[in-house]
Structures are given as C-alpha cells and as structure tokens.
C-alpha cells in the first residue's frame, strides 16, 4: 500500500456559511440575500489543497453527526481519504459575513463542541495508526474545547516516534508548546511569530533572527508567511526570502493553509530550501487569487512560478 503523503489534521471542525447582506444594519433585521456553505477547518483545507496539487491525501480529526456530513461528501468528492473520528453532536457554524454596501466582512465564529479525555485517547490512538502510514502529519488551527493546550504536542511526539514529519501551523500556546516536541516544520504568520518570541519584528532581518532561533530549538524548516508582503523560509544553513506577488486578490481565507501544502509538495520534490519556498508561495498566491477557501484550481500555478522571485537573505 502507498503511504499518505499528507494528512491533515482537524481538532476543532467547522463549516463555513458565507452570508451576504446589503447594507449591513447593527442590532436591526437583515435580509439575507445569499448563503453557502462550505466544510472549513485548517486540518481540512490542508489535506484538501494537497489533493488538488496532485498528493495523496487524508484527513482526521472529529466530525459530529448532526451536521458533519457536509465534511465528509467534501473529503469523498475531492478524493481525501477519510479518516476522521465521528463522535454525536454537532460541528460549529462559523458565520462570514459579506456586506455588499461596505464591501466589509464580519466575522462570527462558533466555539466547537466540548471534547473530553476519552475523545482525545482515540484521537492519540488514530494518530498512532495513521503516522505509520503517512509521510507528513500536518496540524492546524485551533483544538476543541476541553483539550489541554498541549495537544499538538502530545500527537506530534506520537508521531514523530513513527518516523512521520509534522507539521504544525498553529498559534499561542499550542504552538509555543507544541514547539517542544520538535516538528519538523511550522508556518507562522508574522502574528503568530511574534506573539511566540514576545516582541515586535520590524525587519525581514529580524524576522530572520526570531526564525533562526527556532531552528536552535530543533525545528528543521520555519516557514514565515507575511501576507502581501510574501514569505520567507529559514533552515539550519540558510535563509532565502520570496517578496509578495502583486496579484488581483479575491478571497485570502485559507491562504495559510494552501501555503503550507505548496511547501510539502516542494519538499516532496526537491531537497532544496528554494524549492519549497516557490511551491508555497505559488500554492499561497495562487489560493488568494480563487473565489473561495483555499486552492481550488491550479491551472495557474505555472504562471506565478515564474513571477517568484527568491532571494538569499
Ligand atoms: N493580499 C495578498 N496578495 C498576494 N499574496 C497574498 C496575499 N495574502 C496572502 N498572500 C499569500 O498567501 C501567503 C499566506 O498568507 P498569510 O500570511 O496571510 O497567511 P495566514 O495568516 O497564515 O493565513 P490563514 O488565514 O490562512 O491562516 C502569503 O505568504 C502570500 O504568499
Ligand atoms: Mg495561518
């Protein structure tokens, strides 16, 4: 059997319902004019934007049965083997709202269902089973609630001792302390960096810095995401910087998690550091370029390689 190359993890699902309203009125009744839904979650969207580059892909997580079926027909219909945990209860609404007047979106997300120790046990248990079948283990967003902080850690070291390569794009303490168990690699955006060193980063030189000391700490790859501004990648021996890409900008949700797929296709590849910074700013940009969450259409994917420019910084 060929292993997963990735597999995505999702510990606090969600679907996404985007509304659109037309002049948005604050404590009053609005009419909706349009609602889509669609399955979010980053463990999700990860595994789903690896698919579209062309990996085998597979999802876990938890999935509750009253309303989760929506995932599931999403991972079937795009071909990510399911592997998720079903458990009753129903997934958060995170609702996106589009005010057609302002062009503004406001956001409301729901919390997710509370998980306790037994629903964690079988998650550790899958991840077990799963690491041994999987080249890369990626763990995204935020947990359930009722899961210790220290949950990414606790699955990283599972599967790490199986040999897998992890991923963890997270923020505060599931990344501070998700850090310690040594992934292999981790996205943060410029926030999420510098909320973990504890200072501002007014430079791509300091950026830099803060990236190198993670590598001190036993992560291999620290892949930094600026927005617009572009990305930048650090290893033990070098650093190489790819500037934002000046592109018609539709949708930039799930951006994130295009990035970090594009960098385990790079990975896949090459060896090469630049290598995996060009797949994930290509898969990045071209996400941000698509109506929707995250990558739904490659076919522009060569194009924008040849606008990457990347320098040694
Ligand atoms: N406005 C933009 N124009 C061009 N490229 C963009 C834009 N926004 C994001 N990108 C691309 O997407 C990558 C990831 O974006 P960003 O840094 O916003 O990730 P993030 O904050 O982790 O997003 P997410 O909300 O998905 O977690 C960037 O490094 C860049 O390549
Ligand atoms: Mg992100």
Do not use: W
């Not at 269902?113 to 964690?120: C, I, K, N, T, Y």
């Not at 089973?129 to 850690?153: C, N, Q, R, T, W």
């Not at 700490?217 to 995401?225: C, D, F, N, R, T």
């Not at 522009?300 to 420019?309: A, G, P």
């Amino acid at each position: 059997m060929h292993k997963y190359q990735v597999t995505g993890v999702c510990l606090n699902p969600s679907i996404d319902r985007a509304l659109t309203i037309d002049g948005f009125d604050y404590g009053g009744t609005n009419r909706v004019l349009g609602s889509v839904d669609c399955a979010g979650g980053k463990g999700f969207n990860v595994a789903l934007a690896a698919k579209k580059l062309g990996l085998r892909a597979a999802a876990t997580g938890f999935v509750f049965s009253g309303n989760g079926d929506i995932i599931l027909h999403t991972l079937s219909e795009h071909g990510v083997s399911d592997q998720t945990l079903h458990f009753q209860g129903k997934v958060r609404v995170n609702l996106k709202v589009f005010d057609k007047a302002t062009q503004v979106v406001t956001e409301l997300n729901g919390k997710g269902q509370m998980m306790d120790a037994d629903s964690f046990a079988q998650m550790s248990h899958k991840m077990d089973e799963l690491a041994k079948i999987s080249h890369f283990m990626v763990f995204g967003g935020s947990v359930a609630p009722g899961l210790p902080d220290d949950a990414y850690k606790l699955l990283i070291e599972i599967a790490n001792a199986q040999g897998c390569k992890c991923v963890l794009d997270a923020e505060g303490a599931l990344l501070k302390k998700g850090i310690t168990a040594q992934p292999f690699m981790i996205k943060p955006n410029l926030f999420e960096l510098e909320t973990l060193v504890g200072t501002k980063l007014n430079t791509i030189g300091e950026i830099k810095t803060a990236a190198q000391n993670l590598i001190n700490k036993g992560v291999e790859i620290v892949l930094v995401s600026l927005g617009q501004e572009g990305a930048l990648i650090v290893n033990e021996r070098k650093a190489k910087f790819a500037p934002g890409i000046k592109v018609d900008v539709k949708n930039t949700v799930g951006a994130g998690d295009s990035m970090v797929s594009g960098a385990i296709k790079g990975l896949i590849d090459s060896s090469e550091l630049a290598e995996t910074l060009k797949q994930a700013a290509g898969a990045a940009t071209c996400s941000v370029m698509q109506e929707g969450t995250g990558l739904t259409d490659t076919s522009q994917l060569k194009s924008i390689y040849d606008k990457i420019k990347i320098t040694d910084i």
